[in-house]
Structure formats: structure tokens, C-alpha cells
């Protein structure tokens, strides 16, 4: 599973040691750029999604949560002020299921929802995380109960309503060292409680199943028409809240270990998260509610009535929350907020965020006109039918970071005006304050006044970002696709975005190079590479046909000479203007893992870096989801891994080289963890 930085050699030099090349370039790399102890910077924005919390039951300023998809686990020792990553040689883990031993609380139990570990176990309060194996090979773990019957007992459910694929329940004897099946194989168990009297109920996506005899055998107890969403029991593990999805989207309640079910009448949207407060009443339950404007719902009856709890919430897209006392509550947000406190029982939130990199980026840009300020887009929630008369809700996370050219520190602050899931955005040269950038189903946004409002160029459909003519920044190119209609469009200005050509095209573009001193365009795309001579008016075929690509860079000194990145993990290139393409995969780099990220060295030809990323490759197998960056460097001929241990998150969605003075800086934008950077030779 883990692995340390690889070294490997790959005949790849009559490529990228091109003929006529000055030989004074080819210098050797020094070591001390290649895997030293402290290579990489988090450098933020801080927040990001957050699933599972598990509080000390002793100390409520003690805290670990829990991350989404490889954002891994974090720990407060000072109530949430501010975080640490706990998780760093679990690189990309999600914490989506924490849980602490009721009687031993610095032993915690968690289990990574994506796949690449199994469940993971720590005896020293979160600090270190041993992955259990035996028994239980890396999996989707959903979730994970302790047994109050047993100090040695725990059950792990595995798979997940939206990506399965799930093989049932798990049990082990021995703390979590060792697993057997335990029941339900075959199918996905993503909710998972454990009573006082050792009964065991299992929320599947076609109703809830119970167990008396620890996953021998199984029975349907309750909704065997509707799935689970949530499921959350009383400190004394006698009564069980259940929330349903379908046509009820409401709470039932059982206070007999599971025999028999009361409905709560709380007919609301989609039910994500329950909390139980410990102390002084088991009726006080916390509601956390995910796709609608209701945010974090309180009740103080056991589920019977609800009332908002959400005054100063960042984010009213929660789905997980944690209760470290009566009135000490985390709240986690969907749309990269990070975490909320409420010390009053949910009467008033306020974030706390500091060093909480857990940030999912997808995408990042310096402005040409500043080299000291850089942007990055981001995700943000799903619910856009939700959003109708609700602007308070809508995402704004887009970021501009400005450096600090004597110490380096960067300041972000968030564009208020652009409310989307944004992918890429580009600044037009000579003027800072002309954004365009692609979303997420939101289509094509053009900004005049750096990001405080926005127009909307198309209002629909999918896009990868803008791009400015580096000659004539009037022009401008926006591809675009719509998945609904299933049409792709190059999007063409020639005013710098007051009039705007739809050119149809049988292609998606996902990057685009506009060539300094020339008309010609090139397009990466889901179906090879395409070539326009006329700025983007017309195209025609460039080689690499029926090839999913992901990445392009073009050589800084020989326009004919391209590489372009593959959903397959392969790199490709020309140097004949695509009239012939090679390609390769090296064996060392992680399988199947898309080329998200190309970038090559302005002063140094041949040089080139390569950011990979097998976030969304959603299967068993933990060595194809990841990433990373890979250099190859001309003089030494060879690949270099410089995912090191510092670059705790390695899922590449961007990548830009700057100089700072005499030092060039790799900046790297990942899912899940932010921004990094490190220093290049």
C-alpha cells in the first residue's frame, strides 16, 4: 500500500532530447530537489468537505474529523480552532465513518469510503492508523460499529448507495487486527448500528436488516421498500432514529431494539446526517440535512418536532455532525466550508478553519499581468434546482490568493460574485480584471470587475475553462458541452466577451492551447487531438483519434512539438505537428491513473512535468486511485516521483510553474487537499 518515492529509468530520450537542442541545458538535477523531508507546501485555501466526527467523551476540546474523498483525517486539540492532518502517510484516505471505543477513547476506528484502505485502526487517540487487512481487502467501508457487548467486537459495512459496489458485513473478534464475513455478502451496507443487547441493524438501499446472533443470519425488519440514508442510536444503545429516503424522506424511531417502528412527522428533502446528544437526555437529537435550504434541523422530543439551528452557518449543505457536549457541536459543510462550531446547542455557528487544507480544487491560474496573484476554482454542492430563490445558498468558493513577494505567505480571499462550481478560469492579458471561466452545468462565466459579479456568456452545459489569445487578448475561446442535448460548441469572441459565436464541434474540448504568433489552436479532447489554422473558426483532425484525452502542453521552443495527457495514463506526443504520435505509460507510475496535469520548464526544453490523478477511478484496487507528480528530467534520462511524503494529497487538477526571484516554484492544485508548491531546480 504505501510506497516510497521511485526512481526509474525510461528510454524515452530521442523524444525528449530533441535534435539541435543546446547541450549546456542538460545539466544534472540536484538531489536535494527530489524527495527531501520538507519538498512541499500546503499553502491552502483552507476548508473543504467534512463527513464524520468523533469527539473525546472527556474533553470536548478534542476532536478528530473526518474528510471526504481524499481529504483524509484531521485533529483539534483546542475545540476547532485550529487543525492538523493526522493522516499523512494514509495519503488520499477519507475519514467518512469515525468512531471512538466507548470505554477506551483514544482507540478509533474509521473506514475509507472510496476504497483504498480497508478499516483503519488507532490506539493513540487518531495520532497513528494502523489498515487492517486480514481478512477485509481494501474495500469501500461505509461504516463501522463498536458492539457494547464486547470490548473486542466490531462490524464493518462495506459499499455505498452511489458507487457500490458493496460485499455486505464484516465482523472482527479482535479489535479490528483480523475480519470475517459476517452476513449480507453481496450486498451494499453503508449504515451500521450495534445495541445494547448485541442486536445488529444494517441499513441497506432496499430497507434495514437486523442480526441476534453476530451476522449469522439476517432478517428484514423495517422499510424493506426504501433504503437508509442515516441511522444514529442513543447514548444507552437502546433507541435507534432511521431516516428514509423516497417518497418519505422522514424519521422512524424504535425504542424496543428494533422490534417495532413509530414515523416522526418530518416529511423533508433528503435526511444526510443524525447526531444524538450525550448528556443530560436521550430525547435531544441534532438533524444534519443535505439538498435543501433547511440546513441543521434541532429537536428537543426525540425527533417528534424541528426547529432551524442554523444562525451563522457558513454552508446550509451539511452532512456531517459531531456533539462533543450538550452544547458543543461540529458541523461539517458540503460546499468546501470546512467546519462550523456551535457552542450554544445550535443557536449560533461560527467556521473554524485554521490550517484546515482540505480544500478540493479543480483548477488553478496565475494572472499574466501579476505574477504574485493566482486563482483557483473549486467544487460546491449539486442541488441546483434547490437554488431557485435561495442565492444565500449557492456556492461561492472560487479563490484568489495573493503572494506576499518578501515572505511568500498568501492572503485568499473568495470572488463573492461567482456562484457556481467553477473549473477553469483564465485572466485576459493587460487587463486584471476580465475572468473567464468554465462550471459545472452552469455553462460559461465572464467577469469585468475581478470576480465581484458575472455575466453569464451560455447558462447551460458543462466547461473546462476560457482561454485568451496571448496576441490579441480580444479573442477568446470557451469550449462547452451538454450533456442533456449531447452537443459540444467552441464558444468564440472576438470583443473581449460582448459578442459571442456558438461553433458546433464534434468534439469536447478539456484544454486548449492558443499558439503565441500564430492562428493555430490546438484542442485536446474525449476524442483525440484536433487543430484550428483560422483562431478557432474552423478544425480538423490532428491525430490520437478516439482517444479520451485530458492534458496538453506545448514545447517552449518548438511549437510542433506537443504532449498531450490521456484518460488511459498514457502520455502522448509529436514533433511533427501531430502528423505522427508515440506514446508510453511507465510501469512506475500508478495504473490507469488519468494525465490531468502537463506543464514544461520555460528555460529548460525537454524538461517535463506530469500530474496524475485517479480520484474518480472508483473501484478495489487502492494503487490505481492514485496520483501524483512525475518529472522527467533530459540530462539524467529518466522519471522522477516527487510525490513525496509532504504532498499528503496527490490528486493533480492543476498545475502552474512560477518564478519567485531566482527560485522557480511547481504549484499543484489537488482534490481534496488544496494548493501545494515546492521548489524546482
Known amino acids: 500500500m504505501f510506497r516510497s518515492p521511485l526512481t526509474i529509468f525510461w528510454p524515452l530520450c530521442l523524444v525528449l532530447t530533441a535534435p539541435g537542442l543546446p547541450a549546456q541545458i542538460h545539466r544534472p538535477l540536484p538531489q536535494k530537489h527530489l524527495n527531501g523531508p520538507s519538498d512541499w507546501e500546503a499553502i491552502g485555501p483552507e476548508g473543504g468537505y467534512f463527513k464524520s466526527f468523533a469527539p ?10 473526518g474528510g471526504d474523498d481524499s481529504s483524509g483525517i484531521w485533529k483539534s486539540t483546542d475545540g476547532g480552532n485550529s487543525w492538523r492532518l493526522v493522516s499523512e502517510e494514509l495519503r488520499n484516505v477519507t475519514g467518512w465513518c469515525l468512531t471512538r471505543h466507548f470505554l477506551n477513547p483514544d482507540l478509533v476506528f474509521t473506514g475509507d469510503l472510496y476504497g483504498r484502505y480497508p478499516v483503519l485502526r488507532s490506539e493513540d487517540g487518531g495520532e497513528t492508523w494502523e489498515p487492517s487487512y486480514d481478512g477485509i481487502l481494501p474495500r469501500r467501508i461505509g461504516a463501522v460499529a463498536l458492539d457494547p457487548t464486547s470490548l473486542l467486537r466490531v462490524y464493518a459495512g462495506t459499499g455505498d448507495g452511489d458507487y457500490g459496489p458493496g460485499n455486505g458485513v464484516y465482523r472482527s473478534d479482535d479489535g479490528g487486527r483480523t475480519w470475517t464475513q459476517a452476513g449480507l455478502q453481496g450486498k451494499i451496507v453503508s449504515h451500521l448500528e450495534v ?18 446472533d453476530f451476522g449469522a443470519s439476517w432478517q428484514n425488519v423495517f422499510l424493506p421498500a426504501f433504503g437508509v440514508t442515516a441511522m444514529e442510536t442513543s447514548p444507552s444503545r437502546q433507541r435507534v432514529w432511521v431516516a428514509a429516503p423516497g417518497l418519505l424522506h422522514s424519521i422512524f424511531r424504535s425504542d424496543d431494539f428494533g422490534s417495532s417502528w413509530s414515523w416522526l412527522s418530518q416529511p423533508l428533502r433528503f435526511i444526510f446526517t443524525l447526531a444524538v446528544a450525550p448528556t443530560p437526555s436521550e430525547d435531544a437529537i ?7 435550504s433547511l440546513g441543521v434541523q434541532r429537536s428537543l422530543d426525540a425527533g417528534r418536532t424541528w426547529v432551524p439551528a442554523n444562525q451563522g452557518l457558513s454552508s446550509r449543505w451539511t452532512i456531517g455532525l459531531g456533539i462533543a457536549a450538550d452544547q458543543d457541536l461540529f458541523a461539517g459543510n458540503f460546499s468546501n466550508h470546512g467546519i462550523d462550531r456551535s457552542q450554544d446547542g445550535g443557536q449560533s455557528w461560527h467556521p473554524v478553519n485554521q490550517d484546515l487544507h482540505a480544500y478540493y480544487a479543480t483548477g488553478m491560474s496565475f494572472d499574466p499581468n501579476d505574477p504574485n496573484t493566482l486563482y483557483t476554482t473549486t467544487l460546491g454542492a449539486y442541488a441546483f434546482d434547490e437554488w431557485a ?7 461561492r468558493q472560487t479563490k484568489k490568493g495573493v503572494i506576499d513577494p518578501l515572505t511568500g505567505t498568501i492572503t485568499w480571499t473568495t470572488l463573492p460574485g461567482i456562484q457556481a462550481q467553477t473549473y477553469g478560469l483564465a485572466v485576459a492579458p493587460g487587463n486584471s480584471s476580465v475572468l473567464l471561466m468554465g462550471t459545472f452545468e452552469q455553462g460559461i462565466l465572464l467577469s469585468r470587475d475581478g470576480g465581484q459579479s458575472v455575466e453569464s456568456v451560455v447558462n447551460q452545459g458543462t466547461s473546462l475553462g476560457g482561454y485568451f489569445d496571448p496576441d490579441n487578448p480580444q479573442i477568446a475561446l470557451a469550449p462547452l458541452v451538454d450533456f442533456v442535448q ?12 460582448n459578442s459571442w459565436t456558438a461553433i458546433p464541434t464534434p468534439f469536447s474540448a478539456v484544454e486548449i492551447i492558443m499558439e503565441p504568433g500564430s492562428d493555430r489552436v490546438w484542442a485536446a479532447t474525449g476524442s483525440g487531438m484536433f487543430l484550428s489554422l483560422d483562431n478557432g473558426l474552423t478544425w480538423q483532425n490532428a491525430g490520437l483519434a478516439g482517444i479520451s484525452l485530458e492534458s496538453l502542453a506545448q514545447h517552449p521552443q518548438d511549437p510542433d512539438f506537443l504532449y498531450a495527457g490521456g484518460a488511459d495514463g498514457r502520455l502522448y506526443w509529436t514533433t511533427d505537428g501531430g502528423g505522427h504520435w508515440q506514446s508510453a505509460a511507465p510501469a512506475s507510475w500508478p495504473k490507469g491513473a488519468a ?10 526544453p525537454g524538461a517535463l512535468w506530469v500530474g496524475l490523478n485517479g480520484a474518480e477511478l472508483r473501484n478495489q484496487y487502492s494503487d490505481v486511485m492514485r496520483g501524483g507528480v512525475w518529472l522527467w528530467w533530459p540530462a539524467s534520462q529518466q522519471w522522477i516521483d516527487l510525490s513525496t511524503p509532504t504532498l499528503t494529497n496527490d490528486q493533480i487538477w492543476g498545475m502552474a510553474l512560477r518564478t519567485e526571484g531566482n527560485q522557480a516554484m511547481l504549484y499543484v492544485a489537488t482534490y481534496g487537499g488544496g494548493l501545494f508548491r515546492r521548489p524546482l531546480p
Open 595 to 604: 494525465v490531468r496535469e502537463l506543464a514544461t520548464h520555460p528555460s529548460v
Open 56 to 65: 473525546h467523551p472527556d474533553d470536548p476540546e478534542i476532536i478528530l474529523a
Open 286 to 292: 441534532f438533524e444534519g440535512l443535505l439538498l435543501t
Open 389 to 395: 430563490g435561495h442565492p444565500d445558498l449557492m456556492p
Open 486 to 497: 449531447v452537443t459540444a460548441w467552441i464558444w468564440r469572441t472576438e470583443d473581449q466577451g
Open 195 to 212: 445495541l445494547v443487547d448485541g442486536t445488529v441493524l444494517a441499513g441497506t438501499p432496499d430497507g434495514l436488516r437486523r442480526s441476534r
